[in-house]
């Protein structure tokens, strides 16, 4: 069966100091991978997807990137965090038309 | 374009049914349903695919109108475990590459 793994599962940084985030996902080949932003209280805010290997689409321009090496990880990297960063960040798979979630990564941004 | 839901919160005693609609002003190909408890991912619940469906499992159910571009989620006989926040999300395309998206969702609080 499929999981889908996130790392690490709480963050607080300071302003203006880098990030990265990791996805990995299992038992499954070529899923379409995604990252998520939900701040506290509100909607899912997709920010960025895949659908294969170094193939990154992005949803809404900020100072976040993410990248996607192997088949199964997805990486979610920013240079200088702001404090609007802050929020609950998931990644989803895909394999046909349904999607999962990881356990997500909760970031403070300070 | 986002799918607007609605009610945006409704509070029930336990034993009690919800409905919570899912509208989209484009053609539709799927509607996936999802509940979110307090500080956790969103869990998939079910997704219904163009041609009218219906599905349910347990006292959770779902209907996609594709025609009226809207779906509808069913608790019935509500249970404490049903609180959370109910998301559904809409893609527009059969193609596995299309995004789905989330409406704003919609709070459901259990009372005992």
């Known amino acids: 069966s499929q999981t889908i793994h996130q790392w690490p599962a709480t963050l607080v940084q300071p302003v203006g100091s880098p990030l990265s985030l990791e996805c990995t996902v299992e038992?499954?080949?070529?899923?379409?991978l995604y990252w998520y932003r939900q701040a506290a209280g509100r909607g899912l805010q997709l920010l960025f997807y895949?659908?294969?290997?170094?193939?990154i689409s992005s949803e809404v321009p900020q100072n976040l990137s993410a990248s996607r090496p192997q088949d199964r990880q997805f990486i979610l990297s920013s240079k200088k965090l702001l404090l609007s960063d802050s929020g609950f960040y998931l990644c989803?798979?895909?394999?046909?038309?349904?999607?999962?979630f990881g356990p997500g990564t909760r970031l403070t941004v300070l | 374009q986002q799918p607007v839901q609605s009610p945006q919160a409704v509070i029930l005693r336990e034993g009690e049914d919800a409905v919570i609609n899912c509208s989209s002003s484009?053609?539709?190909?799927?509607v996936h349903w999802y509940r979110q408890k307090h500080g956790e991912a969103p869990v998939f619940l079910m997704i219904?695919?163009?041609?009218?469906e219906q599905k349910g499992h347990d006292k959770i159910s779902a209907s996609f109108n594709e025609k009226k571009q809207q779906s509808s989620l069913y608790l019935t006989a509500s249970q404490l475990s049903y609180s959370g926040t109910y998301f559904c999300?809409?893609?527009?395309?059969?193609?596995?590459?299309?995004?789905?998206?989330f409406g704003k969702g919609t709070r459901l609080h259990i009372l005992p």
């Open positions: 219904l695919l163009k041609g009218g």
């Open positions: 484009k053609a539709l190909y799927s």
């Open positions: 038992g499954t080949s070529n899923p379409n």
């Open positions: 989803a798979w895909s394999e046909t038309n349904e999607q999962f």
């Open positions: 895949s659908v294969g290997i170094g193939q």
């Open positions: 999300g809409t893609a527009g395309r059969m193609n596995r590459d299309d995004k789905i998206i």
